[in-house]
Protein backbone atom coordinates (compact mmCIF):
# COMPACT_ATOMS: atom_id res chain seq x y z
CA UNK A 1 0.00 0.00 0.00
CA UNK A 2 1.62 3.82 -0.99
CA UNK A 3 1.81 6.28 1.16
CA UNK A 4 -0.91 8.37 -1.13
CA UNK A 5 -3.29 5.26 -0.33
CA UNK A 6 -3.20 5.33 3.55
CA UNK A 7 -4.22 9.07 3.13
CA UNK A 8 -7.50 10.18 4.44
CA UNK A 9 -7.26 12.80 1.44
CA UNK A 10 -7.48 10.17 -1.00
CA UNK A 11 -9.71 7.50 0.19
CA UNK A 12 -13.39 7.70 -1.31
CA UNK A 13 -16.64 5.41 -1.08
CA UNK A 14 -18.68 3.44 -3.83
CA UNK A 15 -21.63 5.07 -4.48
CA UNK A 16 -22.70 3.02 -7.78
CA UNK A 17 -21.77 -0.52 -9.23
CA UNK A 18 -23.39 -1.77 -12.47
CA UNK A 19 -21.81 -5.06 -13.61
CA UNK A 20 -17.87 -3.72 -14.14
CA UNK A 21 -18.43 -0.29 -14.13
CA UNK A 22 -18.26 0.89 -10.48
CA UNK A 23 -19.05 4.68 -9.77
CA UNK A 24 -16.81 6.25 -6.35
CA UNK A 25 -17.28 9.52 -4.74
CA UNK A 26 -13.61 11.42 -3.20
CA UNK A 27 -14.66 14.29 -1.14
CA UNK A 28 -10.60 15.65 -2.13
CA UNK A 29 -8.32 14.95 -5.34
CA UNK A 30 -10.19 12.72 -7.36
CA UNK A 31 -7.82 9.96 -9.30
CA UNK A 32 -6.11 10.68 -12.42
CA UNK A 33 -7.28 8.76 -15.45
CA UNK A 34 -6.24 5.05 -15.97
CA UNK A 35 -5.08 5.31 -12.00
CA UNK A 36 -5.59 1.97 -9.93
CA UNK A 37 -8.62 2.07 -7.50
CA UNK A 38 -8.79 -0.42 -4.27
CA UNK A 39 -11.90 -1.20 -3.04
CA UNK A 40 -14.02 -4.76 -1.32
CA UNK A 41 -13.97 -6.59 2.10
CA UNK A 42 -10.26 -6.85 1.59
CA UNK A 43 -8.80 -4.72 -0.76
CA UNK A 44 -8.88 -7.35 -3.37
CA UNK A 45 -11.34 -5.02 -6.01
CA UNK A 46 -9.13 -3.52 -8.37
CA UNK A 47 -10.65 -0.60 -10.50
CA UNK A 48 -9.18 1.74 -13.24
CA UNK A 49 -10.27 5.13 -13.61
CA UNK A 50 -11.74 6.05 -16.42
CA UNK A 51 -13.27 9.01 -16.47
CA UNK A 52 -13.74 11.70 -13.88
CA UNK A 53 -17.49 12.97 -13.76
CA UNK A 54 -17.60 16.14 -11.77
CA UNK A 55 -15.63 17.76 -8.86
CA UNK A 56 -16.42 14.49 -6.36
CA UNK A 57 -16.87 11.86 -8.54
CA UNK A 58 -15.11 9.12 -11.19
CA UNK A 59 -16.54 5.98 -12.84
CA UNK A 60 -14.07 2.96 -13.47
CA UNK A 61 -14.37 -0.36 -14.95
CA UNK A 62 -13.22 -3.73 -12.44
CA UNK A 63 -10.26 -5.11 -13.60
CA UNK A 64 -11.62 -8.35 -11.29
CA UNK A 65 -14.52 -9.50 -10.16
CA UNK A 66 -17.15 -7.46 -8.48
CA UNK A 67 -19.01 -10.21 -6.38
CA UNK A 68 -19.43 -8.98 -2.82
CA UNK A 69 -18.68 -5.65 -3.53
CA UNK A 70 -21.69 -3.27 -2.17
CA UNK A 71 -22.23 0.74 -2.33
CA UNK A 72 -20.94 2.70 0.77
CA UNK A 73 -17.27 0.54 0.44
CA UNK A 74 -14.30 2.32 1.30
CA UNK A 75 -12.07 3.04 -1.49
CA UNK A 76 -8.39 3.85 -1.77
CA UNK A 77 -6.42 5.73 -4.41
CA UNK A 78 -2.90 3.74 -4.98
CA UNK A 79 -2.02 7.01 -6.76
CA UNK A 80 -0.55 4.75 -9.61
CA UNK A 81 -1.18 3.18 -12.99
CA UNK A 82 -1.79 -0.76 -13.93
CA UNK A 83 1.88 -1.96 -13.83
CA UNK A 84 3.40 -4.94 -15.59
CA UNK A 85 6.76 -6.44 -14.46
CA UNK A 86 9.66 -5.91 -16.82
CA UNK A 87 12.60 -7.93 -16.87
CA UNK A 88 14.89 -11.15 -17.81
CA UNK A 89 12.99 -12.87 -14.47
CA UNK A 90 9.62 -12.53 -16.43
CA UNK A 91 11.31 -15.66 -18.68
CA UNK A 92 9.64 -19.10 -18.84
CA UNK A 93 6.84 -17.44 -17.09
CA UNK A 94 3.34 -17.33 -17.23
CA UNK A 95 1.63 -13.94 -16.18
CA UNK A 96 -2.00 -12.52 -15.88
CA UNK A 97 -3.03 -8.61 -16.54
CA UNK A 98 -1.70 -7.54 -12.98
CA UNK A 99 1.41 -9.05 -13.52
CA UNK A 100 0.96 -12.42 -11.12
CA UNK A 101 2.32 -15.46 -11.60
CA UNK A 102 0.10 -18.06 -12.82
CA UNK A 103 2.32 -21.06 -12.98
CA UNK A 104 2.32 -22.49 -9.49
CA UNK A 105 6.01 -21.40 -9.66
CA UNK A 106 6.54 -18.91 -7.19
CA UNK A 107 6.91 -15.49 -7.01
CA UNK A 108 8.92 -13.69 -10.15
CA UNK A 109 12.04 -12.29 -9.06
CA UNK A 110 15.06 -9.66 -11.04
CA UNK A 111 12.02 -7.62 -12.20
CA UNK A 112 11.29 -3.98 -11.99
CA UNK A 113 7.82 -2.86 -12.37
CA UNK A 114 6.33 -0.18 -15.85
CA UNK A 115 3.07 1.19 -16.54
CA UNK A 116 1.14 -0.53 -18.91
CA UNK A 117 0.35 2.81 -20.24
CA UNK A 118 3.14 4.47 -22.78
CA UNK A 119 3.26 6.53 -26.02
CA UNK A 120 4.43 5.03 -29.25
CA UNK A 121 7.93 5.59 -30.52
CA UNK A 122 8.70 8.71 -32.11
CA UNK A 123 9.14 8.95 -36.16
CA UNK A 124 12.67 10.28 -35.41
CA UNK A 125 13.62 6.57 -33.72
CA UNK A 126 12.09 4.21 -36.20
CA UNK A 127 13.68 2.34 -39.16
CA UNK A 128 12.96 3.12 -42.56
CA UNK A 129 14.88 -0.19 -43.96
CA UNK A 130 12.51 -2.63 -45.03
CA UNK A 131 13.67 -6.73 -43.77
CA UNK A 132 11.51 -9.58 -44.43
CA UNK A 133 11.39 -11.54 -41.26
CA UNK A 134 11.74 -15.33 -42.30
CA UNK A 135 9.13 -17.96 -40.49
CA UNK A 136 10.19 -21.14 -42.20
CA UNK A 137 6.85 -21.40 -43.64
CA UNK A 138 6.80 -21.88 -47.33
CA UNK A 139 3.81 -20.36 -48.33
CA UNK A 140 4.28 -17.50 -46.08
CA UNK A 141 7.79 -16.87 -47.17
CA UNK A 142 7.33 -16.80 -50.83
CA UNK A 143 3.72 -15.58 -51.07
CA UNK A 144 3.84 -13.33 -48.49
CA UNK A 145 6.59 -12.32 -46.42
CA UNK A 146 6.52 -10.71 -43.15
CA UNK A 147 8.34 -7.48 -41.97
CA UNK A 148 10.82 -7.12 -39.66
CA UNK A 149 9.25 -4.73 -37.07
CA UNK A 150 6.13 -5.32 -38.44
CA UNK A 151 2.68 -6.42 -37.88
CA UNK A 152 0.77 -9.17 -39.91
CA UNK A 153 -2.60 -10.66 -39.31
CA UNK A 154 -3.91 -14.18 -39.55
CA UNK A 155 -7.72 -13.62 -40.90
CA UNK A 156 -9.91 -16.17 -40.23
CA UNK A 157 -13.09 -17.69 -39.09
CA UNK A 158 -12.96 -20.57 -36.05
CA UNK A 159 -11.64 -23.32 -36.75
CA UNK A 160 -9.41 -22.88 -39.45
CA UNK A 161 -5.78 -23.17 -37.82
CA UNK A 162 -4.85 -19.69 -36.60
CA UNK A 163 -4.04 -20.53 -33.09
CA UNK A 164 -1.86 -23.45 -34.37
CA UNK A 165 -0.40 -21.38 -37.11
CA UNK A 166 0.99 -19.20 -33.98
CA UNK A 167 2.54 -21.24 -31.73
CA UNK A 168 4.29 -22.67 -34.98
CA UNK A 169 6.39 -19.69 -35.74
CA UNK A 170 6.65 -18.93 -31.62
CA UNK A 171 8.54 -22.51 -31.84
CA UNK A 172 10.16 -21.56 -35.46
CA UNK A 173 11.38 -18.19 -33.66
CA UNK A 174 12.57 -19.61 -30.54
CA UNK A 175 14.59 -22.67 -31.98
CA UNK A 176 16.23 -20.60 -34.36
CA UNK A 177 16.56 -16.97 -33.33
CA UNK A 178 18.05 -15.71 -30.31
CA UNK A 179 15.51 -13.11 -29.65
CA UNK A 180 12.40 -13.31 -27.34
CA UNK A 181 8.88 -14.91 -28.01
CA UNK A 182 5.76 -13.31 -25.96
CA UNK A 183 2.56 -14.26 -26.12
CA UNK A 184 -0.49 -12.87 -25.02
CA UNK A 185 -3.70 -14.64 -24.78
CA UNK A 186 -6.23 -12.29 -24.78
CA UNK A 187 -9.84 -13.88 -24.23
CA UNK A 188 -8.96 -17.34 -25.46
CA UNK A 189 -9.77 -20.35 -23.57
CA UNK A 190 -8.02 -21.20 -20.58
CA UNK A 191 -7.32 -24.80 -22.15
CA UNK A 192 -5.09 -23.79 -25.10
CA UNK A 193 -3.28 -21.40 -22.48
CA UNK A 194 -2.35 -25.17 -20.06
CA UNK A 195 -2.07 -26.61 -23.94
CA UNK A 196 0.89 -23.74 -25.33
CA UNK A 197 2.65 -23.95 -21.94
CA UNK A 198 3.32 -27.93 -21.54
CA UNK A 199 3.64 -27.73 -25.33
CA UNK A 200 6.66 -25.16 -25.39
CA UNK A 201 7.92 -26.38 -22.35
CA UNK A 202 8.30 -29.87 -23.53
CA UNK A 203 9.94 -28.33 -26.74
CA UNK A 204 12.02 -26.75 -24.54
CA UNK A 205 11.81 -23.80 -25.95
CA UNK A 206 10.33 -22.28 -22.45
CA UNK A 207 13.68 -20.42 -21.01
CA UNK A 208 13.29 -17.63 -24.06
CA UNK A 209 9.36 -17.07 -23.85
CA UNK A 210 6.93 -14.92 -21.92
CA UNK A 211 3.08 -15.75 -21.45
CA UNK A 212 0.58 -13.17 -20.79
CA UNK A 213 -2.95 -14.01 -20.06
CA UNK A 214 -6.50 -12.16 -19.76
CA UNK A 215 -8.85 -15.38 -20.82
CA UNK A 216 -12.26 -15.67 -21.54
CA UNK A 217 -13.76 -16.04 -18.04
CA UNK A 218 -12.02 -12.85 -16.63
CA UNK A 219 -13.81 -9.39 -16.57
CA UNK A 220 -13.37 -7.23 -19.91
CA UNK A 221 -11.34 -5.01 -18.14
CA UNK A 222 -8.63 -7.78 -17.79
CA UNK A 223 -8.82 -8.84 -21.31
CA UNK A 224 -8.92 -4.88 -22.56
CA UNK A 225 -5.54 -4.12 -20.81
CA UNK A 226 -3.63 -7.53 -21.07
CA UNK A 227 -2.56 -6.24 -24.18
CA UNK A 228 -0.86 -3.34 -23.17
CA UNK A 229 0.87 -5.37 -20.44
CA UNK A 230 2.44 -7.87 -22.95
CA UNK A 231 3.37 -4.82 -24.86
CA UNK A 232 5.50 -3.27 -22.47
CA UNK A 233 7.52 -6.41 -21.41
CA UNK A 234 8.37 -6.49 -25.31
CA UNK A 235 9.12 -2.85 -24.97
CA UNK A 236 11.64 -3.87 -22.22
CA UNK A 237 13.70 -6.63 -24.50
CA UNK A 238 13.16 -4.38 -27.60
CA UNK A 239 14.48 -1.35 -26.10
CA UNK A 240 16.31 -2.06 -22.65
CA UNK A 241 17.96 -5.09 -24.41
CA UNK A 242 17.98 -4.38 -28.00
CA UNK A 243 16.43 -7.79 -28.79
CA UNK A 244 14.57 -9.37 -31.47
CA UNK A 245 11.03 -9.75 -29.76
CA UNK A 246 7.89 -11.85 -32.20
CA UNK A 247 5.25 -10.67 -30.28
CA UNK A 248 2.29 -13.08 -31.19
CA UNK A 249 -1.75 -11.89 -30.36
CA UNK A 250 -4.43 -14.02 -30.08
CA UNK A 251 -7.30 -13.07 -30.41
CA UNK A 252 -7.11 -9.14 -31.24
CA UNK A 253 -10.82 -9.59 -32.24
CA UNK A 254 -11.40 -10.18 -28.56
CA UNK A 255 -9.52 -7.25 -27.75
CA UNK A 256 -11.89 -5.08 -29.62
CA UNK A 257 -14.63 -6.98 -28.08
CA UNK A 258 -13.55 -6.49 -24.39
CA UNK A 259 -13.55 -2.61 -25.68
CA UNK A 260 -17.02 -3.06 -27.09
CA UNK A 261 -18.20 -4.10 -23.42
CA UNK A 262 -16.30 -1.67 -21.51
CA UNK A 263 -18.28 1.41 -24.13
CA UNK A 264 -21.57 -0.24 -23.74
CA UNK A 265 -21.39 -0.17 -19.86
CA UNK A 266 -19.88 3.18 -19.99
CA UNK A 267 -22.59 4.58 -21.53
CA UNK A 268 -21.77 5.40 -24.51
CA UNK A 269 -23.43 5.82 -27.92
CA UNK A 270 -22.66 2.27 -30.29
CA UNK A 271 -21.32 2.82 -33.68
CA UNK A 272 -21.68 0.76 -36.79
CA UNK A 273 -22.72 -2.70 -35.95
CA UNK A 274 -22.83 -2.38 -32.09
CA UNK A 275 -19.05 -1.62 -32.15
CA UNK A 276 -17.74 1.49 -29.86
CA UNK A 277 -17.05 4.45 -30.85
CA UNK A 278 -13.64 4.76 -30.21
CA UNK A 279 -12.57 1.69 -31.82
CA UNK A 280 -9.67 3.20 -34.18
CA UNK A 281 -8.40 4.92 -31.42
CA UNK A 282 -7.98 2.29 -28.94
CA UNK A 283 -7.05 -0.45 -31.69
CA UNK A 284 -4.18 2.37 -32.75
CA UNK A 285 -3.27 2.73 -29.17
CA UNK A 286 -1.83 -0.81 -29.23
CA UNK A 287 -0.49 -1.07 -32.78
CA UNK A 288 1.15 1.83 -32.44
CA UNK A 289 3.79 0.83 -30.23
CA UNK A 290 4.40 -1.89 -31.65
CA UNK A 291 7.75 -0.62 -34.30
CA UNK A 292 11.39 -1.10 -35.14
CA UNK A 293 13.60 1.13 -34.00
CA UNK A 294 16.93 -0.04 -35.76
CA UNK A 295 18.43 -1.23 -32.63
CA UNK A 296 15.40 -3.11 -31.89
CA UNK A 297 12.22 -4.74 -33.62
CA UNK A 298 8.85 -5.85 -31.92
CA UNK A 299 7.51 -7.58 -35.00
CA UNK A 300 3.88 -8.75 -33.92
CA UNK A 301 1.67 -11.57 -35.48
CA UNK A 302 -2.02 -11.34 -34.69
CA UNK A 303 -4.34 -13.65 -35.49
CA UNK A 304 -8.27 -11.95 -36.17
CA UNK A 305 -11.16 -14.03 -35.53
CA UNK A 306 -13.57 -12.84 -38.43
CA UNK A 307 -17.59 -12.97 -37.08
CA UNK A 308 -19.16 -15.55 -39.54
CA UNK A 309 -16.26 -15.15 -42.47
CA UNK A 310 -17.46 -11.23 -43.13
CA UNK A 311 -14.23 -9.43 -44.18
CA UNK A 312 -16.75 -6.40 -44.17
CA UNK A 313 -16.76 -6.48 -40.01
CA UNK A 314 -15.53 -3.32 -38.62
CA UNK A 315 -12.76 -4.89 -36.30
CA UNK A 316 -11.55 -6.75 -39.31
CA UNK A 317 -11.58 -3.21 -41.46
CA UNK A 318 -9.62 -1.45 -38.93
CA UNK A 319 -7.07 -4.01 -37.96
CA UNK A 320 -6.73 -4.62 -41.32
CA UNK A 321 -5.10 -0.77 -41.94
CA UNK A 322 -2.72 -1.18 -39.51
CA UNK A 323 -1.30 -4.79 -41.24
CA UNK A 324 1.98 -4.76 -43.24
CA UNK A 325 1.25 -8.59 -44.02
CA UNK A 326 -2.60 -10.19 -44.24
CA UNK A 327 -2.83 -13.99 -43.95
CA UNK A 328 -6.07 -14.84 -44.53
CA UNK A 329 -7.10 -18.55 -43.89
CA UNK A 330 -9.88 -20.35 -45.99
CA UNK A 331 -12.17 -22.52 -44.73
CA UNK A 332 -12.40 -24.23 -47.96
CA UNK A 333 -8.73 -24.76 -48.22
CA UNK A 334 -8.75 -26.37 -44.27
CA UNK A 335 -11.90 -28.77 -45.69
CA UNK A 336 -9.69 -29.92 -48.39
CA UNK A 337 -6.51 -30.79 -45.67
CA UNK A 338 -4.40 -27.84 -47.12
CA UNK A 339 -2.38 -26.90 -43.86
CA UNK A 340 -1.68 -24.02 -42.89
CA UNK A 341 -5.19 -23.50 -45.19
CA UNK A 342 -3.04 -19.57 -46.40
CA UNK A 343 -5.49 -18.56 -49.26
CA UNK A 344 -2.31 -17.72 -51.80
CA UNK A 345 -4.89 -15.49 -53.81
CA UNK A 346 -6.46 -13.70 -51.02
CA UNK A 347 -3.41 -12.69 -48.79
CA UNK A 348 -0.96 -10.26 -49.31
CA UNK A 349 2.42 -8.42 -48.00
CA UNK A 350 3.49 -4.77 -49.03
CA UNK A 351 7.16 -7.01 -48.22
CA UNK A 352 6.49 -8.72 -51.89
CA UNK A 353 8.23 -5.38 -54.25
CA UNK A 354 10.70 -6.67 -55.66
CA UNK A 355 13.15 -3.85 -54.15
CA UNK A 356 12.63 -5.49 -50.75
CA UNK A 357 12.85 -9.94 -51.83
CA UNK A 358 14.84 -9.26 -55.26
CA UNK A 359 13.72 -10.12 -58.69
CA UNK A 360 14.09 -13.86 -57.96
CA UNK A 361 12.02 -14.31 -55.76
CA UNK A 362 9.51 -11.23 -57.28
CA UNK A 363 9.23 -12.74 -60.51
CA UNK A 364 8.61 -16.08 -59.10
CA UNK A 365 5.90 -15.33 -56.61
CA UNK A 366 4.28 -13.54 -59.48
CA UNK A 367 4.52 -17.05 -61.44
CA UNK A 368 2.93 -18.66 -58.58
CA UNK A 369 -0.15 -16.63 -58.05
CA UNK A 370 -1.12 -16.40 -61.95
CA UNK A 371 -0.91 -20.13 -61.96
CA UNK A 372 -2.85 -20.52 -58.94
CA UNK A 373 -4.94 -17.86 -60.18
CA UNK A 374 -6.03 -19.31 -63.76
CA UNK A 375 -6.43 -23.12 -62.09
CA UNK A 376 -9.33 -21.42 -59.64
CA UNK A 377 -11.06 -20.11 -62.72
CA UNK A 378 -10.90 -22.92 -64.83
CA UNK A 379 -12.36 -25.10 -61.34
CA UNK A 380 -15.86 -24.57 -62.83
CA UNK A 381 -15.18 -25.82 -66.48
CA UNK A 382 -13.52 -29.02 -64.88
CA UNK A 383 -16.91 -29.22 -62.67
CA UNK A 384 -18.95 -29.17 -65.35
CA UNK A 385 -17.26 -30.71 -68.54
CA UNK A 386 -14.72 -32.49 -67.09
CA UNK A 387 -10.74 -32.32 -67.30
CA UNK A 388 -10.56 -34.10 -70.77
CA UNK A 389 -12.56 -30.67 -71.72
CA UNK A 390 -9.33 -28.92 -71.48
CA UNK A 391 -6.99 -27.84 -73.70
CA UNK A 392 -3.36 -29.80 -73.39
CA UNK A 393 -1.83 -26.85 -72.19
CA UNK A 394 -4.65 -25.71 -69.87
CA UNK A 395 -4.31 -29.11 -68.80
CA UNK A 396 -0.64 -28.62 -67.78
CA UNK A 397 -1.38 -25.73 -65.57
CA UNK A 398 -3.42 -27.75 -63.60
CA UNK A 399 -1.32 -30.34 -63.02
CA UNK A 400 1.22 -27.50 -61.74
CA UNK A 401 -1.20 -25.55 -59.92
CA UNK A 402 -2.33 -28.74 -58.29
CA UNK A 403 1.52 -29.62 -57.32
CA UNK A 404 1.67 -26.10 -55.95
CA UNK A 405 -1.17 -26.50 -54.08
CA UNK A 406 0.56 -29.56 -52.49
CA UNK A 407 3.86 -29.07 -52.03
CA UNK A 408 2.95 -25.53 -50.24
CA UNK A 409 1.71 -27.84 -47.41
CA UNK A 410 3.49 -28.37 -44.59
CA UNK A 411 4.44 -30.94 -41.57
CA UNK A 412 4.41 -28.57 -38.34
CA UNK A 413 6.79 -29.18 -35.07
CA UNK A 414 3.87 -28.01 -33.14
CA UNK A 415 1.26 -30.83 -34.23
CA UNK A 416 3.44 -33.80 -34.38
CA UNK A 417 1.53 -35.52 -31.64
CA UNK A 418 -1.75 -35.58 -33.58
CA UNK A 419 -0.57 -35.59 -37.23
CA UNK A 420 2.67 -38.30 -37.02
CA UNK A 421 4.93 -36.28 -39.02
CA UNK A 422 7.96 -34.75 -37.92
CA UNK A 423 7.88 -30.75 -38.12
CA UNK A 424 9.85 -29.16 -41.32
CA UNK A 425 11.19 -25.78 -40.69
CA UNK A 426 11.87 -24.87 -44.60
CA UNK A 427 14.78 -21.68 -45.56
CA UNK A 428 12.93 -19.58 -48.90
CA UNK A 429 15.80 -20.46 -50.75
CA UNK A 430 14.79 -24.37 -51.05
CA UNK A 431 10.42 -22.82 -50.86
CA UNK A 432 11.92 -20.93 -54.40
CA UNK A 433 14.16 -23.66 -55.84
CA UNK A 434 11.21 -26.19 -55.30
CA UNK A 435 8.46 -24.06 -56.87
CA UNK A 436 11.12 -23.33 -59.84
CA UNK A 437 11.15 -26.92 -60.13
CA UNK A 438 7.23 -27.86 -60.18
CA UNK A 439 6.66 -24.91 -62.84
CA UNK A 440 9.52 -26.48 -65.25
CA UNK A 441 7.36 -29.80 -65.02
CA UNK A 442 10.15 -31.84 -63.29
CA UNK A 443 7.60 -33.69 -60.96
CA UNK A 444 5.06 -33.95 -63.96
CA UNK A 445 5.01 -37.81 -63.95
CA UNK A 446 5.18 -37.46 -59.63
CA UNK A 447 2.13 -38.44 -57.95
CA UNK A 448 0.56 -35.43 -56.54
CA UNK A 449 0.72 -37.20 -52.86
CA UNK A 450 4.94 -37.22 -53.21
CA UNK A 451 4.67 -33.33 -52.32
CA UNK A 452 2.02 -33.54 -49.79
CA UNK A 453 3.06 -32.38 -46.02
CA UNK A 454 6.83 -32.49 -47.19
CA UNK A 455 9.52 -29.70 -46.66
CA UNK A 456 12.01 -29.16 -48.97
CA UNK A 457 10.83 -30.57 -52.66
CA UNK A 458 13.76 -33.17 -52.40
CA UNK A 459 11.33 -35.37 -49.85
CA UNK A 460 9.19 -35.84 -52.77
CA UNK A 461 11.73 -37.73 -54.81
CA UNK A 462 12.25 -39.71 -51.42
CA UNK A 463 9.02 -40.36 -51.35
CA UNK A 464 8.82 -42.06 -54.69
CA UNK A 465 11.36 -43.85 -54.26
CA UNK A 466 10.66 -45.84 -50.69
CA UNK A 467 7.39 -45.69 -52.94
CA UNK A 468 8.82 -47.89 -55.65
CA UNK A 469 10.83 -50.36 -52.77
CA UNK A 470 7.91 -50.69 -51.23
CA UNK A 471 5.73 -52.11 -54.14
CA UNK A 472 8.30 -54.16 -55.20
CA UNK A 473 8.39 -55.95 -51.40
CA UNK A 474 4.76 -56.34 -52.12
CA UNK A 475 4.74 -58.00 -55.49
CA UNK A 476 7.84 -59.75 -54.38
CA UNK A 477 5.86 -60.96 -51.54
CA UNK A 478 2.61 -61.34 -53.96
CA UNK A 479 4.49 -63.60 -56.51
CA UNK A 480 5.99 -65.83 -53.22
CA UNK A 481 2.51 -66.11 -52.02
CA UNK A 482 1.19 -67.53 -55.39
CA UNK A 483 4.02 -69.86 -55.98
CA UNK A 484 3.87 -71.43 -52.43
CA UNK A 485 -0.40 -71.52 -53.04
CA UNK A 486 0.42 -73.35 -56.18
CA UNK A 487 2.91 -76.31 -54.98
CA UNK A 488 0.23 -76.48 -52.23
CA UNK A 489 -2.33 -77.01 -55.01
CA UNK A 490 0.59 -79.38 -57.12
CA UNK A 491 1.09 -81.28 -54.11
CA UNK A 492 -2.39 -81.83 -53.28
CA UNK A 493 -3.14 -83.14 -56.56
Given at each position: MTEQATNPEHTGIVTSI?????????????????SIVETGRDMEVKIEILMQ?????VRGIALTPTEGLCRGMT??????PLKAPVGKGTLSRMFDVFGNAIDRRGPVTSVTWRSVHGAPPPLSRRSTKSEVFETGIKIIDLLVPLERGGKAGLFGGAGVGKTVLLTEMIHNMVSKESGVSIFCGIGERCREGEELYREMSEAGVLDNMVMVFGQMN???????RVGLAALTMAEYFCDDLHQEVLLLIDNI????QAGSEISGMMGQMPSRLGYQPTIGTELSALEERIANTG????????????????????????????????????????????????DPLSSGSKMAGESI???RHYELAREVRRVLAQYAELKDIIAMLGLEQLSAEDRRLVGRARRLERFFTQPFFTTE???????????????????ERILRDEFENYPERALYMIGSISEAQEKVEVGKDEAAQKTVAVETTTADADAATTDGG
Open positions: RGSVVDMRFNDALPPIYLDRRHARNTGSEPPGSRFFRFITGAITSIQAVYVPADDFTDPAAVHTFSHLSASLVLSRKRAGEGFYPAVVGRQFSGLAGKSVPVTDTIDGC
